[in-house]
């Protein structure tokens, strides 16, 4: 009786990874494909976001010779701009609203809008700016002030109890209305702007604080 020769046609260890590695490869190129454009349709909505709202301040304007003391997203019939916009945009990945940045007056002649783009490739895009240097993005009235840096926020010291160094604190910019009286807010990095809305940018919130004004809230 011959002997029968058997041929092994499977895949070598090295081809199996050389395999798993081209496949690993293809899939990381795919997931970036899909979150880059993902990043684009977002950054698109952002802008478009933001420019139903800069036209429904101006047309605030035009009836109050002042733009508007603060903007929120939403759904807020007592907010300013309604009825100009019913529905505020809100950012579609934190739900948070976009930071109105004004001229600190009881009656602003001037805004901003503040947004992070994630496409960073953008055009439009403008590393570190606004406050805090937590933004990419900027649109606003066209009198607003050219210059759009970073606004660094303002530090204090306070003594170390285990002696040493003194430690640096960040002292509160934001204001907002809680139980009828204006307190300080805090930064909140994850949105990125004040940790609840509407904010001021004045200690006495310009004196709106009061059963007519929103209480400062976070996001829900």
Known sequence: MGTKNYRYTGFTLIELLITLSIVAILATIAIMYVRG????????????????IRIAVEEYEKDHNCYPPYVICGIHPDQPIYPYLNNVPCDPDTNASYFYDYE???CPSWYRFYSKLYFTQ??????????????NYVTGSANAP???????PNTSSV???????????IESQYYGCKS????????????????????FQSSDCYGRCGPSVLECKNIE
């Open 37 to 52: 454009q993902a990043f684009k349709g977002n950054d698109a909505r952002r802008k478009a976001d933001m420019e139903r």
């Open 146 to 152: 050219t210059s759009v840096q970073s606004t660094p």
């Open 122 to 135: 953008d055009p439009d895009v403008v590393p570190d700016i606004g406050p805090n240097s937590a933004f």
């Open 180 to 199: 009828g009286a204006c307190v300080p807010i805090a930064w909140d990095e994850t949105r990125p702007g004040p940790e609840c809305d509407p904010s």
């Open 104 to 106: 600190g007056s009881t």
């Open 159 to 169: 003594p170390n109890p285990t002696g040493g160094i003194e430690e640096p604190i």
